[in-house]
């Protein structure tokens, strides 16, 4: 998640260097055709375009509010993720007496459990968005996509660790420990049946937040708007230089202007900047399909479950708290 009021441009750039680069010789090259070599009769009529305009502004308008409501369902469910954390602690912390080992262990084990599903969902897929190589390198360099398994060690017994290595879905293995380690506790009197209730309504209700997440992940954003929003836009642009070619050269007639060939020029600078603009509003949307894959628009996970852990490490009075995740070139993960 961009966290700065006013993105950077150097953000920007490194998404929109090489369309900025190929608008500007293709609308030179097409510049060039039309008045140096006179082929007049490539232009076309603004009017068309026109209409094109804001039949592809409507379907990227779609687009992108669809894409922000998938992005807000998976904040409003890590916001779920966050208050049953707390609240698992808190029945750990209430119903198993007695017991420090038993409630460090459920407790760090449900940190486990978070940083696994984190971990899991920002693993790409077959219809993740793939970056020009500036911004991978970014994403790469700030590292957000370890093993499942990775730092587990630092949370869970080596044979727990050992047990999750090849499993096919980790969180939920873990998940399933915890329910096993209640019935143990049931069985040693340390907690009532009541008790075990309760823990395991949490532990439902845990599986309801992965799955929730889950079918985000692994439900594409309906091909059809996100392949034709694309193909509409690009069409768009394409044209745009042609319908441009005369509008400029009219105008200067009407002005009276006399040859002031840096007015025609500006064919070319407006040519880019609107194709500049409908390209990026539809690359917002598409960075938004999928807010889970650790990228600069989506959910915040690390810093969530980073915040989860120092709260449920606090509630069990453990000193040297994990700092909070600080935000790398004003990106928080």
């Known amino acids: 998640?961009?966290?700065?009021?006013?993105?950077?441009?150097?953000?920007?750039?490194?998404?929109?260097?090489?369309?900025?680069?190929?608008?500007?010789?293709?609308?030179?090259?097409?510049?060039?055709?039309?008045?140096?070599?006179?082929?007049?009769?490539?232009?076309?009529?603004?009017?068309?375009?026109?209409v094109i305009g804001i039949a592809v502004a409507f379907y990227i308008g779609f687009k992108?509010?669809?894409?922000?409501?998938?992005?807000?369902?998976?904040?409003?469910?890590?916001?779920g993720i966050v208050n049953y954390s707390r609240t698992w602690a808190n029945n750990v912390l209430c119903f198993v007496e007695n017991d420090r080992e038993a409630q460090v262990t459920l407790i760090h084990r449900h940190i486990a459990w978070i940083?696994?599903?984190?971990?899991?969902?920002?693993?790409?897929?077959?219809?993740?968005?793939?970056?020009?190589?500036?911004?991978?390198?970014?994403?790469?360099?700030?590292?957000?996509?370890?093993?499942?398994?990775?730092?587990?060690?630092?949370?869970?017994?080596?044979?727990?660790?050992?047990?999750?290595?090849?499993?096919?879905?980790?969180?939920?293995h873990i998940i399933k420990?915890?329910?096993?380690?209640?019935?143990?506790?049931l069985k040693?009197?340390?907690?009532?049946?009541f008790d075990k209730q309760v823990f395991h309504n949490n532990l439902e209700e845990m599986y309801n937040l992965q799955g929730k997440c889950e079918r985000i992940k692994n439900t594409p954003f309906p091909r059809q708007y996100a392949y034709f929003s694309t193909l509409f836009t690009w069409i768009f642009v394409l044209l745009l230089p042609f319908g441009l070619l005369n509008v400029f050269e009219t105008q200067l007639k009407e002005?009276?202007?006399?040859?002031?060939?840096?007015?025609?020029?500006?064919?070319?600078?407006?040519?880019?900047?609107?194709?500049?603009?409908?390209?990026?509003?539809?690359?917002?949307?598409?960075?938004?399909?999928?807010?889970?894959?650790?990228?600069?628009?989506?959910?915040?996970?690390?810093a969530l479950c980073r915040t989860i852990e120092i709260d449920l490490r606090d509630m069990l009075d453990e000193k040297n708290l994990p700092e909070k995740v600080k935000p790398q070139h004003n990106i928080l993960y």
């Open 255 to 302: 002005l009276d202007m006399g040859h002031n060939w840096w007015y025609i020029v500006l064919m070319i600078f407006f040519s880019v900047l609107i194709s500049w603009v409908f390209t990026t509003m539809e690359k917002v949307g598409s960075n938004s399909e999928d807010p889970f894959e650790g990228r600069i628009n989506d959910v915040p996970m690390t």
């Open 177 to 185: 420990k915890q329910g096993l380690h209640l019935r143990r506790l």
């Open 115 to 172: 940083n696994a599903l984190r971990i899991q969902l920002r693993q790409p897929t077959s219809f993740s968005i793939r970056e020009n190589r500036a911004v991978e390198r970014l994403f790469d360099r700030h590292g957000e996509r370890n093993p499942v398994c990775s730092g587990m060690d630092m949370l869970l017994s080596p044979d727990e660790v050992d047990g999750l290595e090849n499993r096919k879905n980790v969180a939920t």
């Open 1 to 50: 998640m961009y966290i700065k009021r006013n993105i950077s441009w150097h953000i920007i750039l490194r998404y929109a260097w090489k369309n900025l680069i190929f608008f500007t010789v293709y609308a030179a090259i097409i510049f060039y055709l039309y008045h140096v070599l006179d082929w007049k009769h490539i232009d076309i009529p603004f009017q068309p375009l026109t």
């Open 188 to 193: 040693e009197g340390k907690i009532t049946e």
């Open 64 to 79: 992108n509010s669809q894409s922000y409501d998938r992005f807000w369902e998976g904040r409003k469910i890590w916001g």
